[in-house]
């Protein structure tokens, strides 16, 4: 059990807003704190991952300290939401290039190696840290946590090198499962969208562009106005129009 100060260090980070940055073309990436909330992986692995370039002209402002290396914890300072504040990223994979951390993030870097690259996803993840993390914010609207109140969480950690990976491997590979079956469940909302176009008629026809086959030859469907089919009610449950009524609804 250590303290977080105890074992990493902090990084500068920058304040860049999104007008600052782009997707198109540069030579530095940035993390911004709002893809920590809502798109980024909890392992970053840079060629998995979408984040914007640092326009070319503040590219020199970089400092050499600031650049991020694998093992580095990036964390979101803010959070409108109590469950989010101090959610946290770790840098597995670089890739070669060059990457820093932005607006509202606190970048922990290692002191040495006792932390192995790929464990401190999920420690910074665990239970144990989050409420640590969530106890220490402090705001209203806007929840926000500072490095002093950071460096404070303690973090348990096996000494051995070895457990660790065992655990980051466990884990990581269920995250890789998870990760297939969303791509497989956002196949399947796509397919569904695909056949809701086909199985309903297009606005202003009668037909359907597919129907299974027992109805093929069973003509255009009716077409009648909502007005027609059932009463129309306010906010208080009471007819506004004198319409017939379907028996099928209610």
Not at 175 to 186: H, N, P, S, T, Y
Request: hydrophobic share 35%; glycine share 8%; proline share 3%.
């Amino acid at each position: 059990m250590k303290r977080l100060g105890e074992i990493y260090r902090f990084k500068p980070t920058n304040s860049w807003s999104r007008d600052q940055l782009n997707y198109d073309s540069g030579t530095i990436k940035n993390i911004h704190y709002g893809d920590i909330h809502k798109e980024l992986n909890r392992t970053f692995r840079i060629d998995d991952e979408v984040v914007p370039y640092v326009n070319d002209t503040l590219a020199d402002s970089v400092k050499e300290d600031a650049f991020c290396e694998e093992g580095d914890i990036v964390l979101a300072d803010a959070s409108e939401d109590v469950d989010d504040i101090g959610k946290a990223i770790e840098i597995v994979d670089i890739g070669g290039q060059r990457l820093v951390s932005g607006l509202h993030t606190i970048l922990a870097s290692r002191i040495d190696h006792r932390i192995v690259v790929g464990f401190g996803a999920y420690l910074y993840a665990s239970s144990g840290v989050r409420k640590q993390i969530q106890q220490r914010a402090q705001g209203a609207k806007v929840l926000g946590i500072s490095k002093t109140q950071l460096a404070e969480v303690e973090l348990a950690y096996p000494t051995e090198a070895r457990e660790q990976q065992k655990i980051a491997h466990c884990l990581s590979s269920l995250d890789e499962v998870i990760g297939l079956q969303a791509k497989k469940v956002q196949a399947l909302k796509q397919h569904k969208k695909g056949l809701m176009q086909q199985l309903f008629p297009a606005e202003g026809e009668t037909t359907p562009r597919l129907r299974f086959p027992d109805f093929r030859e069973a003509g255009a469907w009716e077409v009648k106005r909502l007005g027609d089919v059932c009463d129309v009610l306010d906010n208080l449950r009471k007819p506004v129009a004198s319409t017939k009524r379907n028996p099928l609804c209610t």
